[in-house]
């Protein structure tokens, strides 16, 4: 049985919307994830993080994190640890934002802050410290396993 070249067009015509109906379809129910919902406005805001990124850059001895048990370990260096530290530190997931969680500096006199692991997910985060210290603002960022 002979098929006509018209047939076979058609065929190949369907088969082509077929597929492309396809790559619309997945394309649409992807999920896509901006850095922050307000990712435009932050964007206006962003020669003040680089202001404070500079002012961090001043530090001799940078903040640090660490695994400390079932704690994430905040430490502050000696030198402004008896100042008073307030900010926030927010724990950014790069690969799913609803895992993101932010909560307010409370650091000891020691210049250390727990911060309970049970609330993370196990992954990489990035540690985003915005803080403030004898009036002068800093930002460090920092990654973080989560085992």
């Known amino acids: 049985m002979k098929i006509s ?13 077929a597929m492309i109906l ?8 992807e999920k896509v994830d901006l850095v922050t919902d307000d990712y435009y406005q ?3 805001k962003f020669q003040q993080q680089i202001d404070r990124q500079n002012e961090s850059a ?5 903040p640090a ?25 927010k724990f950014y997931r790069p690969s799913d934002s ?10 000891s006199s020691a210049g250390t802050q727990l ?4 609330k993370l997910e196990k992954g990489i985060y990035q540690v985003q410290l915005t803080w403030n210290a004898d009036g002068k603002k800093y930002y460090n960022e920092l990654s973080i396993y989560i085992p």
């Open 5 to 17: 070249w018209g047939v076979r067009v058609t065929v190949l015509y369907l088969a082509f919307m």
């Open 22 to 29: 396809f790559l619309v379809f997945r394309t649409m129910n």
């Open 42 to 44: 932050n964007e206006l």
């Open 58 to 62: 001043t530090l001799n001895v940078q």
């Open 65 to 89: 994190v660490k695994m400390n048990g079932r704690n994430v370990e905040l430490a502050f260096p000696d030198s402004i640890a008896k100042k008073n530290i307030s900010g926030t530190v």
């Open 98 to 107: 609803s895992r993101d969680f932010s909560t307010a500096l409370a650091v």
């Open 115 to 118: 911060v309970p692991a049970e």
